[in-house]
């Protein structure tokens, strides 16, 4: 589903190029932004649902995932009740038991995955927020300097021979002692 989506944007940026004449519709197509990154949610809520139906069926029909060794059988061609035994149930069993597990740890992820994309869309939109609100801020409010920048204040080791300085440290240093008075 997402690669499906991937190739769309692809080649709806192609279309887009080919008639603007270079310029792209999408910055990198297969990056997770707006549409895509809903259909790579959703994919993985898919994933995780039909993980576990599939654990719950397996375990409403053998009863807690457990095999058992011999069951009653009553049904046609059997004219009564007849005894069927299920080769190698342990070997079955661990197999089983392997495929539950595993099957649980990739519903364990695909939750972890989405509260994490979820909660850095959410921090991202509090970031932008803070930021919008610091900027009204200071549209509002006149805000003067109260100090010059620290990188006016560039301390020189005096001790450091002047051979020792680069080229462009040199005149740097140069032009800080003649303007920078501390």
């Not at 004449?21 to 959703?42: D, F, M």
Request: aromatic share 10%; with cysteine.
């Amino acid at each position: 589903m997402v690669m499906a989506h991937v190739k769309y944007r692809e080649g709806k940026d192609r279309k887009y190029v080919e008639v603007n004449h270079g310029s792209h519709l999408y910055a990198n197509p297969g990056k997770k932004r707006g549409g895509l990154w809903w259909t790579y949610l959703i994919s993985l809520v898919f994933k995780a649902g039909f993980d576990t139906s599939f654990l719950y069926i397996l375990y409403r029909i053998y009863h807690g995932y457990d095999l058992p060794k011999l069951s009653k059988c009553s049904l046609e061609p059997c004219p009564n009740t007849v005894d069927c035994f299920i080769s190698r149930p342990t070997e079955k069993k661990i197999f089983m038991l392997f495929m539950v597990v595993s099957s649980a740890i990739c519903i364990l992820m695909c939750i972890l995955e989405m509260i994490y994309l979820i909660g850095k869309r959410i921090f991202k939109a509090i970031n932008i927020q803070n930021e919008n609100q610091r900027l009204v801020f200071a549209d509002q409010h006149e805000l003067t300097t109260i100090a010059p920048p620290r990188s006016q204040y560039r301390r020189v080791d005096p001790t450091i021979a002047e051979s020792q300085l680069s080229l462009n440290k040199r005149e740097k240093t140069r032009e800080q002692q003649k303007t920078t008075v501390l």
